[in-house]
């Protein structure tokens, strides 16, 4: 994912939108791994947070989870939230504070 830390997306598959998550910081191939070396800079993976409650397991409810991406589904369509649309979640959320 090329966005920039602090991005508001959810995954896409047609017509279904899943998630609602914040990118962080993305990781690289490092020198000598696993990548041949002409691409040792190129971005093979990233973290994410959820912004909405999920299941770890069948007892526990994680609230702001962080998580390595870990899918490799490099054709994996995004829907990135621009500001106006965060506004408008936020109006439907009763979200009062917070700019």
Do not use: N
Not at 42 to 56: G, N, V
Not at 65 to 70: A, D, I, L, M, N
Not at 86 to 96: A, N
């Amino acid at each position: 994912m090329k966005y920039p830390v602090g991005t508001i997306f959810s995954y896409y598959e047609p017509a279904v939108f899943v998630g609602l998550w914040r990118k962080e910081k993305t990781i690289y191939a490092e020198e000598g791994g696993i990548y041949p070396d002409d691409c040792y800079d190129r971005a093979t993976d990233y973290f994410q947070q959820s912004l909405l409650p999920y299941h770890q397991t069948d007892d526990e409810i994680v609230v702001g989870g962080v998580e390595r991406w870990g899918e490799y589904a490099w054709d994996q369509q995004y829907a990135i939230y621009e500001k106006e649309d965060l506004e408008v979640l936020k109006e439907l959320l009763g979200v009062k504070c917070c700019k």
